[in-house]
C-alpha cells in the first residue's frame, strides 16, 4: 500500500501508532485476487489484479500516505498483487494464459508492517513482520 522507504526507528516508532489508529477505523476488506495481468510494456510485471472492497482500500491508503511517507507517486495507484518483477514478455504471455482463471478470496483484517531485509546467506531480499494493526471498524 506504501512503498518502501528508509525510516530511523525512532520515526517508525513515531509513526506506527498513527498508521495503527488509521487502520482501526475501517472494516475489513474483502477482496478478490485475480486474473493475472500486467503493467507491459510500461513495467514488465505480471500481478494479479485486485477486485472486491477496491473503493475502501483506496481510502485507507490515501489515508496512510502521511508525512515522512511519500505523498508523491510514478505511477496511479492500482491496487494489484506483484508476482513477478522484470518478467520477459513470453513469459508474461504464458502466466496471463497460466492463471487467467484464477480467483482468490481473502479477507483482509490488519495492517502490517514490514521490515525489508537481506538474505543472510544471500539471494533475495525478504519482508519480515514488525507490527500489525486491525482493521475494526463495522
Not at 59 to 83: C, G, I
Amino acid at each position: 500500500m506504501v512503498p518502501p522507504i528508509d525510516l530511523l526507528p525512532e520515526q517508525v516508532d513515531e509513526l506506527w501508532p498513527r498508521l495503527a489508529a488509521t487502520a482501526a477505523r475501517f472494516r475489513p476488506l474483502h477482496l478478490v485476487l485475480g486474473p493475472a495481468s500486467t503493467f507491459a510494456p510500461r513495467t514488465m510485471t505480471i500481478h494479479l489484479a485486485v477486485e472486491g472492497d477496491v473503493e475502501p482500500l483506496t481510502r485507507l491508503r490515501d489515508q496512510l500516505r502521511v508525512a515522512p511517507l511519500p505523498q508523491a507517486e510514478r505511477w496511479p495507484f492500482v491496487p494489484h498483487v506483484t508476482l513477478r518483477e522484470e518478467a520477459s514478455a513470453d513469459l508474461i504471455d504464458q502466466s496471463l494464459g497460466a492463471f487467467a482463471e484464477v480467483r482468490l478470496d481473502v479477507e483482509v483484517d490488519a495492517l502490517r508492517l514490514l521490515e525489508h531485509l537481506p538474505r543472510p546467506e544471500g539471494g533475495r531480499n525478504w519482508w519480515r513482520p514488525i507490527a500489525s494493526g486491525p482493521l475494526l471498524a463495522r
